[in-house]
């Protein structure tokens, strides 16, 4: 058990009401809420998909937060941070831009239902930008709790590459697990894309031709703790969290339900 947990840092694919209402927006939003009500310091991150109407919902570029690149399958990518409030709340969003990547109406397919052949791409950008903006905002979060897919690459990410910078010296890293993308195909292509600074083949344990099933394991495998988002999971892949030396929390309906999750996550904070 670490050091009591004061400060959470959300990184959500999803957050309400910037995009429609799903389940994994829903708790994007209300979760941070019910955190902060347990007197912790929070932050959220989410991509900044092209369905998110700027005026509408009040973002503006943080100029000072902007303007890196970040080189994603040797190609140079602009970095550019907006934030926005959720006023109701009290709540900063602090949203990952790139035209190449988030400007396309569509989150993660296509209008065809397709799924976007650059999501892995996507993955790397978000995941690299998220953690180069907590060390710019000079933040260290105790807890970063990840939800969502495009959040699933943080993990190995924080221990392999940023665990040395005293912003994440002591962070912990939670993942909700969610059954979102589990049969999609990233493509061969995909475990030379991830690798940057020192990581190693070896450090990524992918098959060829990796699915949404496959990057979630590699998520948990790099977490401190790991929850279970979703009933439709598969056993497989709970089965494979509960087979490693991490805690794991099971989906509670009841509590999702009627909203004492926030109560039951805070405490399972505390335990990490």
């Not at 994007?28 to 509408?56: A, T, V």
């Not at 602090?94 to 791409?121: A, S, V």
């Not at 690299?128 to 990410?157: F, M, S």
């Not at 394991?217 to 979703?230: E, Q, T």
Request: net charge negative.
């Amino acid at each position: 058990m670490g050091n009591p947990v004061k400060r959470v840092l959300f990184v959500n694919s999803e957050i309400m009401p910037f995009v429609p209402e799903t389940p994994i927006s829903k708790v994007g939003r209300y979760l941070p809420q019910g955190i902060q009500e347990q007197k912790k310091e929070i932050r959220s991150f989410m991509p900044r998909y092209g369905c998110i109407n700027d005026r509408k919902n009040q973002l503006h570029e943080v100029i000072r937060l902007s303007g890196m690149n970040i080189i994603v399958g040797d190609v140079d990518r602009q970095l550019v941070i907006k934030v926005a409030s959720v006023a109701a709340a009290r709540l900063q969003v602090y949203f990952i831009d790139n035209e190449d990547y988030f400007r396309r109406k569509q989150m993660t397919y296509d209008t065809d239902g397709k799924f976007f052949e650059d999501n892995g791409q996507r993955a790397v950008f978000f995941a690299r930008g998220v953690l180069e903006t907590v060390k710019k905002l000079r933040w260290a979060p105790d807890v970063i709790h990840c939800q969502g897919w495009i959040t699933n690459l943080i993990p190995l990410y924080l221990k392999k590459v940023y665990k040395a910078d005293p912003i994440f010296a002591d962070s912990r890293i939670v993942t909700t697990l969610y059954n979102d993308i589990s049969e999609e195909k990233f493509g061969a292509s995909f475990k030379d894309t991830i690798l940057f600074g020192g990581i190693s083949p070896d450090d990524v344990p992918l098959p060829e031709d990796p699915d949404g099933t496959n990057l979630a394991k590699l998520a948990a495998m790099y977490s401190d703790g790991v929850i279970i988002g979703d009933s439709a999971v598969s056993s497989d892949l709970v089965g494979y969290c509960k087979g490693l030396d991490v805690p794991t929390l099971d989906f509670n309906a009841e509590s999702m339900e009627n909203g004492t999750y926030a109560r039951e996550y805070d405490e399972f904070y505390q335990q990490l």
